[in-house]
């Protein structure tokens, strides 16, 4: 331990020695940028910088990478907050509760609270990865792939249940979402499905196109219809970034919570921010006296939903370092940057190079302070984006969609799934159904799918083998009081329409 | 110039929307849904097993939940009262973000997706806003800006220059 204290000090000395600072400053506004527009996020960043590291040291390479990580997920914070328009998948659960503060007029407040609780959190999983590292093989190898299964199906369920929109109509769109996740080619069973003649769909439905015009799209067409400013208080009197810094210190309990769900999700291959974010919401929820009220811009739920974004990060990193199984797909991209730079995953990462893993820690963490100061310093002046006539901004935020969407791969069909999810998601906000189930349903389908087949491949074809893991029986638990909860919800619900016969609902 | 110079067109929307009810548009909606999802689960038996099983069981459950929402959407009556000139005015404003939206892709598709964001913009800030032209030239140049230094220079993609395959790099 005193030999990496050695070492983890003498990383600090290069990480602000010349010219790695110069690579973090330029990595953090990369990765603010990058996260900031719809459709593009770390793993574009990423991307495009590993191949413009090649020359570099493998330690600059490392704090470029870890800086520009860390900004995207800020960056992608910022247009949850002000325009309901996640930068990243990850920033999806940063919608709901981010982006009513911000039409209460409390938007700078908002970012304080992201700025706060993800530099937090960020700081919070690194410093769990550190400590975690020599236990990082049992907690890994415990979860197979039965529970890999059993807890993507608690995600879609327990979203379904308790999140937006009526509970049927939401688990109907998690079936649908699901069937739309089997589109494509099927790597388990090398059959091309549903492909209807072409061959833009042997990658499947693409998640950002989806995501992009469930929420910019349809933000977009929601602003033409309902509102002259995103802010919509009456008052003069907006709450400041630094109210928004002493919220997350005055819920400690809510604050640590997420980050360790958020670090424990992360640990868990394949599952990543988004995931992360819905639990620790959802967490928050059940254990608030005033669950109803979430959703109308709870502060509780939105520390929840960014320290957990953030702290996923160190716990994505164990997996990817120890056995280069990438905890989310930014470190699939990132394991990427370490093979580029003769890196290897592995004990030789652990121990030999140990300086260059611990350069990487240092640097996500320096990102998330800096980009969280950035956002801290100029969240007065961001906010006043929520000020400016709809009107004025709503073409700005389609032309910038569609510029993201196509960046993805050149296609212009990109665009056009975009365009339909644009419309599909007025529809689905419009009658009640939940947005969030169909993207979680399109993301968690492969993996319950994948997950399906190799229990049963391991199992020799028994079910059994989903039953009798003492993880997967834990998981099941927790399902069945979610679905309890919905039981006994959807009860309520029915006891309050009786009450009141003449109430009526409108679409 | 704006929409609302135009009386004979805003007469048809205006037509139309009144006719539309959201009853029937979910009704609709969760049709389509229901074809596509019986359309996968009857092809998904003449897959290999492993390839159909996981979406049949996924299928059939979610065929029935999308029949219970439509028989509970179906019973609900329908509304018959004419609507007030709020609710009339409300739909024509989502009438018109939904062709917003449709114009924008058409013009990408059709001119290329520089070129036809900028028109778009440029369409959509005099007709909705009635932006003075100097105004306008101010928005459309910062946009022009940010394309071309994220887009073209950074990331260096080959922009969609349409079915008339219209240059869309702007020369720096």
Same mark, same amino acid.
């Given at each position: 331990m005193s030999s990496t204290l050695e070492l983890l000090a003498s990383a600090l000395v290069i990480l602000f020695s010349w010219p790695n600072i110069g690579f973090a400053i330029a990595g953090v506004i990369i990765g603010l940028v990058f996260g900031a527009i719809p459709g593009l996020g770390s793993v574009i960043s990423l991307s495009l910088l590993i191949p413009l590291s090649?020359?570099?040291?493998p330690t600059a390479a490392m704090i470029l990478f870890g800086t520009a990580m860390g900004g995207g997920k800020f960056g992608g914070s910022i247009t949850a907050i002000l325009? =309901?328009?996640?930068?990243?998948?990850? =920033?999806?659960?940063?919608?709901?509760?981010g982006y009513p503060l911000s039409k209460k007029g409390r938007s700078e407040e908002a970012i304080g609270i992201s700025a706060t609780a993800s530099a937090l959190g960020a700081l919070f999983g690194l410093v769990i990865l550190l400590l975690l590292i020599p236990v990082a093989e049992t907690i890994i190898l415990a979860f197979g792939a039965p529970e890999n299964f059993w807890i993507a199906l608690i995600g879609i369920v327990a979203v379904g249940i308790l999140?937006?929109?009526?509970i049927a109509k939401s688990l109907m769109i998690g079936g649908v979402a699901l069937m739309l996740s089997f589109? #494509?080619?099927s790597g388990v069973a090398g059959v091309y499905r549903y492909g209807v003649g072409t061959q833009y769909l042997w990658d499947g439905i693409q998640l950002i196109p989806v995501i992009i015009g469930l929420f910019a799209i349809t933000e977009s067409i929601r602003l033409t219809r309902e509102?002259?400013?995103?802010?919509?208080?009456?008052?003069?009197?907006h709450s400041t970034v630094w109210d928004g810094v002493v919220q997350v210190f005055k819920h400690p309990i809510v604050f640590f919570r997420s980050a360790t769900i958020g670090t424990l999700v992360g640990l868990?291959? #394949?599952? #990543?921010g988004l995931i992360a974010s819905f639990i620790s919401y959802f967490q928050a929820v059940q254990s608030s006296? =005033?669950?109803?009220?979430? #959703?109308?811009?709870v502060v509780e739920g939105f520390i929840a939903t960014e320290a957990a974004n953030d702290s996923m990060d160190g716990g994505a990193l164990l997996p990817t370092v120890?056995?280069?199984?990438?905890?989310?797909p930014v470190m699939a991209v990132l394991l990427g940057g370490f093979l580029f730079h003769g890196l290897s995953p592995g004990l030789a990462l652990l121990t030999d190079d140990l300086d260059v893993l611990l350069m990487l820690v240092l640097a996500l963490a320096l990102s998330n302070v800096v980009s969280s100061t950035i956002g801290l310093l100029l969240g007065g002046k961001l906010a006043n984006i929520t000020r400016v006539p709809v009107d004025s901004i709503i073409p700005l935020i389609l032309a910038v969609s569609v510029f993201g969407v196509f960046a993805?791969? =050149?296609?212009i069909l990109d665009v056009f799934v975009a365009v339909l999810f644009g419309l599909v998601g007025y529809v689905l906000v419009a009658f009640d159904y939940s947005r969030i189930t169909l993207v979680l349903g399109l993301i968690l389908g492969p993996l319950i799918e994948s997950a399906f087949h190799q229990s049963l491949q391991a199992s020799g074809g028994s079910y059994l083998i989903f039953f009798t893991r003492p993880v997967s029986v834990g998981i099941i638990i927790a399902m069945a009081v979610i679905i309890g909860v919905a039981y006994n919800k959807m009860g309520q619900q029915d006891i309050s329409m009786d009450q009141d016969p003449m109430d009526t609902e409108e679409a | 110039m704006s929409i609302d110079d135009q009386p004979r067109l805003v007469e048809r929307v205006e037509t139309v929307v009144s006719r539309v009810t959201p009853r029937q548009i979910e009704l609709l909606f969760l049709t389509l849904l229901l074809i596509g999802v019986v359309y996968q689960v009857a092809r998904g038996f003449g897959y290999p097993r492993l390839a159909g099983h996981f979406p049949v069981v996924v299928g059939v459950p979610t065929i029935l939940m999308i029949l219970y929402v439509f028989r509970d959407r179906f019973t609900v009556s329908d509304e018959t009262t004419e609507l007030d000139s709020e609710e009339l005015q409300d739909r024509l404003l989502l009438a018109q973000g939904f062709a917003w939206v449709l114009l924008l892709f058409a013009l990408v598709v059709g001119l290329g997706l520089t070129v036809g964001c900028t028109v778009f913009l440029v369409l959509y800030y005099r007709l909705?806003?009635?932006?003075?032209w100097t105004r306008l030239a101010i928005y459309v140049g910062l946009f022009l800006v940010f394309v071309i230094l994220?887009?073209?220079?950074?990331?260096q993609i080959p922009l969609y220059g349409g079915v008339f395959g219209i240059p869309q790099s702007i020369p720096v």
């Open positions: 090649f020359g570099m040291e325009m =309901n328009t996640p930068g990243t998948a990850g =920033n999806v659960v940063s919608t709901f509760e999140g937006e929109g009526d589109i #494509g080619y509102a002259s400013t995103i802010d919509q208080s009456d008052t003069d009197d868990i291959p #394949g599952l #990543g006296s =005033n669950p109803d009220a979430f #959703g109308s811009g120890t056995f280069g199984i990438p905890g989310s993805l791969r =050149n296609s | 909705k806003r009635e932006f003075s994220v887009f073209q220079l950074v990331l």
